[in-house]
C-alpha cells in the first residue's frame, strides 16, 4: 500500500481530512511533534501519545550523522528503534545542510558536507536521501531540497528552483515505495509569487504522495510567509496532503490552514517550554515571572496535561527558577498537549464549518505576559480528551 | 489522626510491615525516591505513581530556601504544591545545613546559616523545624539533628549525640502532630557501637512515631556502614517504623531489612541515571558503553518501565550519547522502577519467609559493566506488575 488521503469535510479552503499510514490514522490538519533525534526532547513515546499525538517528525540529517542510517535499519527501522509505533515523518535534511553554510559544498548531483559533530564527510544525493528513508521504514518521507536563503534575489532563487525540480524528478524515480509510505515533494521559490506558483505546477506534474511548502520560517516576515503560502496551497493538488514545514506559532498555523494547509510541524511548543513560555487558552505566560510565585491556578485551568491535572502555577515557577529537569518536562508535556489540543479544536471547527469565522475573530493581539505570539483567546482549543485521544 | 505502624510478617529480623499516613499506605520495607524540590527530577507526579511509589521524600532545607515555607503552606501544604497527593516525607535539613561548612554557626539553640543560593540569612532550631514541617502538611516530620563528620572522635561523636538528644527533646516537646502525620527520631553516634546504643536507648525513652538512624553514607567504609545499622535497628522499638537515611545500593538496603529496617531514601538511582548507570536483574549497566550501539534487548528484559517496554538499549545509548533531555528521563524512570521492583521483591521474600536464604546467596561480585555496585542477580526483585501497584 502507500499512503491515502481523504478530505472528510472542507470550511472555505480549510480541510478535514485523514492520513492513512502504514502505521497509522493521522486526523487533519495535525501538527507533528518534532523528535529530532527520534524522541521529543523531556517527552517518553507513551507521555506523547498521551498527549494526543498522532504522527511524530524525525530528522534524516540528524539520525544520518547519529546512530546512522544502518544502525537503525539493522534495529528494525525507525519505528522500532524509537519505540514510537505511529505514522513517522522524516525531514531530508536539507534545511540543515544548508544551514551548515562554508561546511557544505553543493554540485549537480548533491551535497557534501561534514558532519557537525566530529567533522567526518558525508554526501546526500536526492536517490540517496530516498534510499536511508526507505531503509529507515518511515511513513512519510521527504525529498532533498535546496532552501534557498533569505534574502534571495529571483534570479537566484530560480536558478535554486532548477536544481531542487531536476532532484524532485530524480527522488520520485528512485522510490520505490518498500516500506508502504510515501513520498513528499517540497514547493520553494522564495518570496516570488510566479516562482511558487511554477514550482508548485513542476511538482503536481511529477504525482508525489504529498505536497511540502519549504523555504518559510527563514527570517522572512509574517506576511511574506503568508502569501508563500496563500499563493501555493491552492495550486497544490487537492487529493493530496499539504504540509508546510517548520510553522510556527498557533496564529500561522490558523492562517495556513484556513487556506488548506494539512500538516505543520514546529519546534516552538517544546522549545518555548524550555524557556518558561508556556501557551494557554488565556495567552502566553513566562513563568519565570514573579507573580506566580504564589499562583494557585493550574499552567491552563482548561488544559488536561500532566501538569495541569496535577500542579499548579506556582509549583511549576518555583521548578523553573530553581532550574530542575522536571521543569522542562511538564512545561513540554503541557506546551505539546496545547498544540494537539488546538489542532483538534481546528479539526472541529472545520466539521462544523465555523472555522472560516473564527478565524476572522482571532487578532494579532497579545494576551498573557508578552509578545510571544498572538492571543488565541478566540480560537477554538479542544479540551475535549475524547476528541484528543480518537484524532 | 496519627501515623500507624503494623508488623504483617517477619523473616528473621526482616519485617514486611505496613505504615498508614493521613495521605495513604505505604507497605514496607520501602524505598523512597528523592524529590529534594518537591518532584524527582524529570520525574511527573503521574509517572511516579507508575513506577510504583507509594512515599515521596523532600528536604526541608531546600524548600525553606525556596519557594519558602510560607509560599508552600498558602499554596495548601505541600501535596497541593507538588501535585503528589500521596505520603510525604520531609527530611528535616540537618544534614544539608552541616554539609555548609564555614557558612553555619551552632548554639545550644540552634544553627544560624546562610543560604546557599543568595546568601540570606536563616535559622534552624528545633522548634521552628518541627513547625515548618507542620504547615507544609507532611505526613512525617524528622526532628532537626547535628550530622557529625566523619571522622570523627568519640569525644566529639558524644557531645554532639548531647546537643542533638536535646533537640530530640524539644522537637518531641514542640510537636503537635497537627497535620495528621507524625514526628521521626534521628539516632546518631556515628561508628561507635556504645554511643549508638545510647543514642537508640536515648531517643526510644522520647516516645517518636518511628525512628531513623542518621549518619551514615557520609564517608565511612560500607562494614562500618553496616555495623551502625546492625548495632541500632534491633534497639530501636519493633513496634515503630525504621528508617535509615540515605541509603543506598541495592546490597545495603537487603542488608539492612535483613535487620529490620522498613524504610529508605536514596539519591542513587536518579543521580546515576542521569550519568548513563542503570541497575539491571543483569547487573549494572553502562549505557554509554560503545557495545549498546546496537542493542536490541531493552534495558532490562522483565522490567515494565517505559523505557523497557517500548525501546532498546540501542536506543538509549543514542539519546544519551546525543545528550538529549529524554535519556536522563528515561533513564530515572527505568532505576526508579528498578529500586521500587526490587523492594516489592523483598516484602514477598519477607513474606514468603524466604528473605534470610535469599540473601545468603547474594554475593559482591559485579555483575554487567563496571563495580557501581554488587551484583543483584540472585536477588528477589519482582515484576510483577499487580504487587507493584498493589504496594
Known amino acids: 500500500m502507500s499512503l491515502s488521503f481523504q478530505v472528510l469535510a472542507t470550511d472555505g479552503l480549510a480541510r478535514r481530512g485523514r492520513l492513512t499510514t502504514p502505521h497509522g ?15 521529543v526532547k523531556g517527552v517518553t513515546p507513551q507521555e506523547l501519545e498521551a498527549a494526543g499525538a498522532s504522527i511524530l517528525l524525525a530528522n534524516l540529517y540528524h539520525l544520518a550523522l547519529r546512530p546512522g542510517i544502518d544502525v537503525v535499519e539493522r534495529l528494525g527501522g525507525l519505528h522500532a528503534f524509537t519505540g514510537w509505533p505511529g505514522p513517522i515523518l522524516t525531514d531530508s535534511g536539507g534545511f ?3 544551514s551548515l553554510g562554508g561546511l557544505r559544498t553543493v554540485d549537480a548531483d548533491g551535497v557534501t558536507f561534514r558532519s557537525h559533530l566530529d567533522g567526518s564527510p558525508l554526501r546526500f544525493t536526492p536517490e540517496g536521501v530516498v534510499d536511508f528513508q526507505e531503509r529507515m521504514g518511515v511513513d512519510v518521507a521527504m525529498m532533498l531540497d535546496e532552501c534557498p536563503p533569505w534574502p534571495v ?14 532532484w524532485a524528478r530524480r527522488a520520485r524515480a528512485a522510490w520505490r515505495g518498500t516500506s508502504g509510505g510515501g513520498l513528499f515533494g517540497i514547493v520553494q521559490g522564495s518570496v516570488y509569487r510566479g516562482l511558487r506558483e511554477r514550482a ?12 511540502a511548502i519549504g523555504g518559510v520560517s527563514v527570517g ?19 487529493d493530496r496532503p499539504r504540509y508546510l514545514m517548520g510553522v510556527g506559532y498557533p496564529e500561522d498555523i490558523l492562517h495556513a490552514t484556513t487556506h488548506g494547509v494539512d500538516l505543520f510541524d514546529c519546534v516552538l511548543p517544546a522549545r518555548n517550554a524550555r524557556h518558561g513560555v508556556l501557551f494557554t487558552r488565556q495567552g502566553v505566560l513566562k513563568i519565570k515571572n514573579a507573580r506566580y510565585k504564589d499562583d494557585p491556578l493550574p499552567i491552563d485551568p482548561e488544559c488536561g496535561c500532566p501538569a495541569c491535572r496535577r500542579t499548579s502555577r506556582a509549583f511549576l515557577h518555583h521548578l523553573t527558577r530553581s532550574g530542575e529537569l522536571t521543569a522542562a518536562v511538564l512545561a513540554t508535556l503541557h506546551n505539546l498537549r496545547f498544540y ?26 497579545t494576551g498573557g505576559d508578552a509578545p510571544e505570539g498572538p492571543d488565541v483567546r478566540v480560537l477554538p482549543v ?9 484524532s
Open 25 to 39: 490514522v493521522v486526523e487533519t490538519p495535525a501538527f507533528m511533534p518534532v523528535g529530532t533525534l527520534g524522541a
Open 96 to 98: 540543515q545542510v544548508w
Open 153 to 166: 534575489t529571483p534570479e537566484a532563487a530560480a536558478a535554486s528552483w532548477l536544481r531542487t525540480l531536476d
Open 200 to 211: 508548485a505546477a513542476d511538482l503536481t506534474a511529477l504525482d508525489f504522495d504529498g505536497y
Open 220 to 238: 522572512e516576515t509574517a506576511p511574506e510567509r503568508h502569501a508563500a503560502v496563500e499563493w501555493t496551497a491552492p495550486l497544490l493538488p487537492a
Open 340 to 365: 494537539l489540543d488546538f489542532m483538534a479544536g481546528l479539526r472541529q471547527s472545520i466539521q462544523l464549518g465555523t472555522l472560516t469565522e473564527q478565524a476572522k475573530l482571532a487578532r494579532r493581539t
Open 382 to 390: 479542544s479540551s475535549d480528551p475524547l476528541e484528543q485521544r480518537s
